[in-house]
């Protein structure tokens, strides 16, 4: 990558003859007619080059963003659409982000993306839809072009982020044009900018003194000595400032004045332009103005500027170079042709003036939120009224949860509110939703701009974003503080958000869920609706059933008419998230998949929100535990990417024996465990058993052993055992033999018996840790006789503990002379392991079976003499395998149909095979001749 910086771009009025010529220096000159008027473009050589070269890649499969950056009016957009003007094999695709436009998804909508199902809708379900609407422009590269990013709403830029990070092989240039972005703007796409190969960064800083000379030159006017260098010096080279320079002025002229009109004085250079204007077109650029940066109707800005007639208007302004007009399905649309003319007008309207245009504007506009913008611009002070409005559309907003427009109008109330509590109150619930966005920077910085109170409001908004920063103590010390107040002051409201916060802080500090309970019923007894604390305060109560009645009595207490998961409500769609969940803690997997199937799917839809990656984690999961690890490797690495960590990513990287990996993820997500004491404890123990298992080391399976025991003896022995989901049990009970405590894994077995019939799997289960600690004892018969039970009574419908459990009877049997019938239970755990991928395992038992100790079959992701795949390939050799088209495979892995093709010609290259039947027809013959690799 290499960044062009100290040049720019200017567009001045020239001859009307089109040009190329160049200066000393190497920097071109274009004179070219665009839009009827004539322009020069003045580029620096080596921008020009990134400029080609971002062009090259992209047309030859190489994903590309193209940064243009620079601040206002130095040629940004002049650069951009000579970009367009070179790509002209590609579709190009506009998008702009609008200044006075926050709705979420605004600037996707413009390029055609259907923009539906709320605000929650996550960017990556909408980074879909723009690939969507990619693969539908046929075989040509795309360009899309997304001017003035710095004011692109979020969720827009977040969705971008998405499309560009699965990008491969598709031919797309992404280019983009932002003013200087502060460190808070977009954090997220400035740090994926980084250092990386296919992004280009041209940074424009204005025109260089010789460029300057050579633009006035060309103009064909008498130019008295030293001008050039005097222009220069006062408008720094910015291309805007001194086009307005030299449209308003002689060179004479300004080479006579003592002082040239200074760059920030460009608004009193727009109000002469203006001043020339005829009455009707200076009201339709007033009306305008008011409008907002965005394309309008023609006719919705002649009817707040009061015209009847505003072509002839709208044509001197073009003429003048102060408007754009297009054509638009239902008539013209205008708006201002830069976003510093629209500002330079809207702030020379007298205050009167401008209210009354803003007045009108809600009086024409259709839409509720444009209406309401209006309206509060148009306020003359307090209007108790219009804040009620305000209020009430925002609370609809909440619903929805589009908590950036909510916050937003909720703004707007509280300003037009004459009760001063009132209007604090407003203003805090503003934040509120801030901090739901989440951008918890701009909550606390609202906060921090107002003296704090005791107010209990402004008290659990604290501990709002105490608990989002993960500090539940602080939460728990607030929320206690607030309850402890009489009823009759604090508001119900303040008070349920108290309760269900309080219960969240609890439960993660481990507090027994007892106390958790009583919390939480209190505050479900005020019946208060509150948008805002819906998920934490249904997920809190989903936890707490479960501890206090146990998996077995959770799962009976789960509203048995919700039915089947695709005939579960809409409005239902949590409680079928909650059935989910409690039918992992049963070890119905089999159910929990079905359901979050359909919740992915909602999610899709854009129905529901998969809460910063917990979905596509717990999916992922269950398919890892039902043996479909090509579907877990999925859905695992996009909560991956969602959260930036998986809590279930390990298992897979254990599985496939890519130890290492696992290691240093383990590294990264074990400390986060500690938040939740409880299920901290249980999420790390199930991690290091697999682990300890995996690694074949007995080392580090006494230390792991000798690490979790005190914890497990503590909870398996109380009056109502904490460990009591079937598999928690089994990982203790190892966990316990590890630590030559096998009475403890006998407790272990004994616990899981409440879960029949429920959970038939359980048997087997139990049977298993029995056996291990009979053999554990030296009671090699009664070990048999367990493991036979495992085997032979319900199955284990685990497919990776069914292949343990086999591989732990064929020791037995060996050890006590039963050859054949171990080399059997060995050939059955190898088939076992071999259906699912488990690598390391497989390698395991294929030496034992062959008597020789022979090399791991894939360490580290060296997949030594197998065909490595990236983690990309492999989910597309398992798509390809089930017989996906190229269209389905796209849809599960969110990428493009383009990308889709360049997986599969990589496959194909590597395999040796020539299409998709063939690569296929390998996979399913030939499943261990492809490896992970890192």
């Not at 322009?39 to 020009?48: D, F, G």
């Not at 699965?166 to 400035?190: I, M, T």
Request: glycine share 8%; aromatic share 4%; charged share 25%.
């Amino acid at each position: 990558m290499r960044a062009a910086s100290g040049q720019g771009a200017a567009t001045v009025g020239l001859s009307t003859q089109p040009a190329v010529g160049a200066l000393g220096d190497g920097t071109i000159i274009v004179v070219s007619a665009r839009n009827t008027a004539e322009a020069a473009h003045l580029w620096h050589p080596e921008q020009l080059d990134d400029l080609e070269g971002a062009i090259r890649r992209a047309r030859t499969g190489e994903p590309t963003t193209l940064v243009v950056s620079g601040p206002a009016g130095v040629g940004k957009t002049s650069f951009l659409d000579d970009l367009v003007a070179r790509a002209a094999d590609f579709t190009v695709l506009a998008a702009e982000g609008l200044e006075d436009d926050g709705f979420p998804y605004s600037v996707l909508a413009q390029v055609g993306v259907a923009v539906r199902g709320g605000g929650d809708v996550d960017p990556f379900v909408m980074a879909q839809r723009l690939r969507a609407v990619l693969d539908s422009c046929g075989g040509r590269p795309v360009l899309l072009r997304v001017d003035d990013l710095h004011w692109a709403d979020a969720e827009s830029v977040n969705a971008l982020l998405w499309l560009l990070r699965r990008a491969a092989g598709d031919r797309l240039l992404v280019a983009v044009g932002a003013r200087p972005l502060d460190a808070d703007q977009h954090p997220a796409w400035q740090r994926w900018l980084g250092n990386r190969r296919q992004v280009v960064r041209i940074e424009l800083s204005g025109l260089s003194r010789d460029q300057v000379a050579t633009l006035v030159a060309a103009d064909g006017r008498a130019v008295p000595e030293g001008f050039p260098a005097l222009l220069w010096e006062h408008t720094s080279g910015n291309p805007l400032y001194l086009r307005a320079l030299l449209d308003e002025y002689e060179p004479a002229e300004l080479a006579d004045r003592e002082v040239l009109p200074a760059p920030a004085r460009f608004a009193r250079t727009v109000a002469a332009r203006t001043g020339r204007l005829a009455p009707a077109a200076t009201r339709l650029l007033g009306a305008v103005a008011v409008l907002g940066t965005g394309w309008h109707p023609l006719a919705d800005a002649a009817a707040v500027a009061g015209l009847d007639d505003s072509a002839v208007a709208a044509q001197q302004l073009t003429d003048a170079g102060l408007l754009q007009v297009r054509a638009a399905g239902s008539g013209d649309a205008v708006r201002p042709a830069h976003a510093l003319i629209r500002s330079a007008v809207h702030q020379q309207l007298p205050l009167a003036e401008r209210k009354r245009l803003h007045a009108r504007a809600a009086q024409v506009l259709v839409d509720e939120g444009q209406v309401l913008d209006h309206r509060l611009a148009a306020a003359n002070g307090y209007d108790d009224d219009l804040a009620t409005t305000l209020e009430a559309y925002a609370q609809r907003l909440r619903t929805r949860r589009i908590w950036r427009v909510s916050a937003r109008y909720l703004r707007g109330a509280a300003a037009v509110t004459a009760q001063p509590g009132r209007r604090r109150r407003r203003w805090l619930e503003s934040l509120v939703d801030t901090t739901l966005i989440p951008d918890l920077p701009a909550a606390r910085a609202g906060l921090a701009a107002q003296a704090a109170t005791d107010d209990p409001a402004e008290t659990m908004l604290r501990a709002l974003l105490d608990l989002a920063d993960g500090n539940p103590a602080a939460t728990v010390a607030a929320a206690q503080q607030v309850l402890a107040l009489a009823e009759e002051s604090v508001d119900p409201v303040t008070r349920y958000r108290a309760g269900v916060l309080l219960a969240t802080a609890m439960r993660e500090q481990g507090e027994p869920a007892d106390q958790v309970d009583t919390v939480l019923r209190a505050a479900e007894g005020l019946k208060v609706i509150d948008p805002c604390l819906l998920f934490q305060a249904r997920l809190a109560r989903t936890f707490v059933d479960e501890e206090l009645l146990g998996p077995v009595r959770h799962w009976a207490s789960i509203d048995p008419a919700l039915g089947t998961p695709a005939a579960v409500p809409v409005a239902a769609t949590l409680e079928l998230a909650r059935r989910a969940i409690a039918a992992v803690h049963i070890g119905l997997y089999e159910v929990a998949r079905d359901d979050l199937t359909e919740v992915m799917r909602r999610c899709r839809d854009g129905i529901l929100s998969l809460a910063d990656g917990r979905i596509p984690d717990g999916l992922g999961y269950v398919h890892y535990l039902l043996g479909d690890w090509s579907s877990a490797s999925r859905w695992l690495h996009l909560a991956h990417d969602m959260r930036g960590l998986s809590r279930y990513l390990p298992y897979l990287l254990i599985g496939q024996d890519r130890l290492a990996e696992a290691d240093d993820y383990l590294d990264r997500l074990l400390p986060t465990f500690g938040r939740s004491p409880r299920a901290g404890f249980e999420n790390a123990l199930h991690l290091l058993i697999a682990r300890g298992h995996a690694g074949d080391d007995p080392a580090r399976r006494r230390e792991i052993g000798a690490r979790l025991v005190g914890e497990i003896g503590r909870r398996v022995r109380g009056p109502q055992p904490a460990a009591s989901t079937v598999r928690v049990l089994i990982s203790a009970g190892t966990a316990a033999l590890w630590a030559d405590r096998p009475d403890l894994t006998e407790i272990c077995a004994d616990l899981m018996t409440p879960a029949l019939p429920v959970t038939p799997w359980a048997r087997s289960g139990a049977s298993w840790l029995r056996g291990l600690a009979a053999e554990a004892t030296g009671d090699r018969t009664g070990a048999l006789a367990m493991l036979d039970a495992a085997t032979s009574g319900p199955p284990m419908t685990l497919p990776l503990y069914r292949a343990h459990i086999l591989a732990d009877q064929a020791r037995l049997l060996r050890a006590t002379g039963e050859e054949a019938r171990g080399r059997q239970a060995l050939r059955d755990a190898a088939d076992g392991y071999r259906a699912i991928g488990a690598v390391g395992y497989l390698a395991r038992v294929e030496a034992a079976l062959s008597g020789q100790p022979g090399p791991r079959a894939v360490q580290d992701g060296r997949a030594g003499s197998r065909i490595g795949l990236t983690e990309r390939e492999v989910d597309v050799l398992a798509l390809v395998g089930k017989g996906m088209s190229y269209a389905q495979i796209a849809a599960e892995l969110f990428i493009t149909r383009k990308t889709v093709g360049y997986h599969l010609s990589n496959l194909y290259a590597k395999a040796g095979v020539a299409n998709r039947h063939q690569l296929a027809d390998l996979a399913r013959r030939e499943p261990g001749q492809f490896a992970v690799l890192s």
